[in-house]
């Protein structure tokens, strides 16, 4: 399994930006369909972006298309996520995921196999 680690999170204002990253171990990060998922007080995990091993295809979640946009680079085995014009319901901790399914089962089945810690996003009013 492949291991991940986040970083980026912290407070902004509402119309604000973060850019977050996750850094993964191991020699293979070009095999692995990358994710990020988000988790809101009192909610579920919720599903927000994923993207292709080799970079070309990429998946947004409605509520986020337009705002962010999620990227790797593979010679670093990091994936980001830019978050732009944030909003306070986009408060959440961020987690980085990782699959070795391709980018369409992801999407199909909302699953993936590894996971990093978490990264606290907090936008104020």
């Known amino acids: 399994q492949v291991q991940l680690v986040e970083s980026g999170g912290g407070l902004v204002q509402a119309g604000g930006s973060l850019r977050l990253s996750c850094a993964a171990s191991?020699?293979?990060?070009?095999?692995?369909?990358m994710g990020w998922f988000r988790q809101a007080p009192g909610k579920e995990r919720e599903f927000v972006a994923c993207i292709s091993g080799g970079g070309g295809g990429t998946y947004y979640v409605d509520s986020v298309k337009g705002r962010f946009t999620i990227s790797r680079d593979n010679a670093k085995n990091t994936v980001y996520l830019q978050m732009n014009s944030l909003k306070p319901e986009d408060t959440a901790v961020y987690y980085c995921a990782a699959d070795g399914k391709n980018i369409g089962a992801v999407v199909f089945t909302r699953t993936m196999g590894s996971w990093g810690q978490g990264t606290q996003v907090t936008v104020s009013s």
């Open positions: 191991g020699r293979t990060f070009s095999t692995y369909t």
